[in-house]
């Protein structure tokens, strides 16, 4: 085991220099490998399963549900099949629901008691969905925190807030952006960015440079 | 009673938002695959995770960044069903820290 | 949702006026502090759940509970306006939540 770790920012530290609860780790994973609670192998296959899991996964299944009414269909009614449909294992999730927003309906996404998100489709949450200042706000202000987010909407516009509480994961179905109807899926999935998908954004209007 | 430190709804006082990510440190990624791999296993379960973290001192709870809050509730709970003891924890980091020398 | 619930054995259906319950007691409890005697709306049946109170503890979640989708307007939540066409959906089971008229 290298008694250096890679931190934040890709620099190299000793390892004495970790916080104590980040030292403590290293001494838990080998006390439960030695004891046999889990193995090595466990612990680098959760390593590459969450790797392969990506932003771009939900891209691909927004792009499709854009230029496939049916396959919409299929991603509203029944989310982990269509993504088992696109070679998407989204069977870690206990239950998955797609929000769809349309000209006249947002949605946005938070879980104000811990970070819970859909991990298994869309990877790991960005820390500022899993920060106290989203969580505390979102609920109260979404508007507020849409706008942050270059997103105004007018009071005609409804804005559904959601709170993921329980086993429901939540994925937003962001409004397909104007003037792409004669796009490839490939080029419609860069439009579609993780925050869009939270649902504190709109999809891009263009692709970006 | 009152509410919970994580019950964090609605509490006014909160500031923007700072979008600024990082990307994880390798013992964060290893934490992580730590509870993941418990989970996998059924030798814990997510709620018994989000408990420990309610449960925690709250101003722990503030000022512990996300994955130190997931490694100290991975300690609690195994602790908690006997899997580890406090002190086969400290006695392995001491032989840890000997090895990666303390300043 | 459109796939058939396939067991709900809660007391409400979509629609449903409710109100969530202003109970304060020990344990891990899942329904936020702020929705607590809120009024709100069933919008959707999830069906039956293992109860994460009892899991927490590391007990078996038996009996199950069903969780709801439950719909509230903005402007019936917080104390400060909101556009009126706002809402808040919070999942929520069964036993936190009483019938209105």
Redesign the interface.
């Given at each position: 085991m290298a008694?250096s770790?890679?931190?934040?920012?890709?620099h190299e530290h000793?390892?004495?220099e970790?916080?104590?609860?980040?030292?403590?780790?290293?001494?838990?994973?080998?006390?439960?490998v030695e004891?046999g609670?889990?193995s090595e192998k466990?612990?680098?296959?959760?390593?590459e399963?969450?790797e392969a899991r990506t932003p771009a996964n939900g891209a691909k299944l927004v792009a499709r549900a854009w230029t496939d009414p049916a396959f919409k269909a299929r991603f509203?009614?029944?989310p982990k099949a269509a993504c088992a449909e696109m070679g998407i294992d989204a069977t870690a999730i206990?239950?998955f629901?797609v929000l769809e927003n349309s000209e006249k309906v947002r949605h946005m996404v938070?879980c104000?008691?811990?970070?819970c998100y859909p991990r298994p489709i869309l990877g790991?949450p960005?820390?500022?969905y899993?920060?106290?200042?989203?969580?505390?706000?979102?609920?109260?202000d979404?508007?507020g925190?849409m706008r942050?987010?270059g997103l105004e909407l007018p009071?005609?516009?409804?804005?559904?807030?959601?709170?993921?509480?329980?086993?429901?994961r939540y994925i937003v179905l962001p409004l397909r952006p104007a003037g792409t109807e004669n796009w490839r899926a490939a080029d419609l999935e860069k439009l579609v960015t993780r925050d869009s998908m939270i649902g504190v954004m709109d999809a891009l209007p263009e692709i970006p440079q | 009673m009152a509410r919970g430190h994580h019950d964090i709804g609605g509490l006014p006082g909160a500031g923007s938002i700072d979008v600024t990510e990082h990307q994880l440190a390798d013992w964060e990624i290893l934490a992580d695959a730590v509870n993941q791999a418990l989970g996998a296993r059924g030798v814990k379960r997510t709620d018994e995770m989000r408990r420990a973290r309610e449960e925690m001192d709250s101003s722990a709870y503030r000022d512990m960044t996300y994955y130190e809050r997931w490694i100290a509730s991975i300690e609690t709970i195994l602790i908690e069903k006997n899997i580890l003891t406090k002190a086969e924890i400290d006695k392995k980091l001491a032989e840890f820290e000997s090895k990666w020398g303390e300043p | 949702m459109g796939r058939a619930v396939t067991s709900a054995t809660g007391r409400f259906r979509p629609g449903d006026r409710v109100k969530v319950k202003f109970e304060d007691r020990p344990g891990h409890l899942r329904t936020p502090w702020y929705i607590r005697g809120k009024s709100g709306w069933i919008e959707k049946v999830y069906g039956d759940f293992l109860n994460p109170e009892s899991l927490a503890f590391g007990k078996d979640g038996l009996p199950k509970k069903t969780l709801y989708l439950v719909a509230f307007n903005q402007a019936d939540v917080w104390e400060k306006s909101a556009v009126p066409k706002d809402k808040l959906l919070v999942d929520i089971y069964d036993h936190w939540l009483e019938p209105l008229a």
């Open positions: 008694d770790v890679t931190d934040a920012d890709g000793p390892k004495h970790l916080s104590h609860f980040a030292k403590r780790i290293y001494a838990i994973r080998e006390l439960l004891k609670v889990i466990d612990i680098q296959c959760q390593i399963y969450q509203i009614a029944d206990n239950e629901v938070v104000t008691l811990c970070s790991r960005p820390d500022w899993k920060s106290f200042n989203y969580r505390q706000r979102s609920v109260a979404p508007r925190v942050e987010f009071d005609d516009v409804e804005v559904r807030v959601h709170d993921s509480t329980a086993d429901i | - | -």
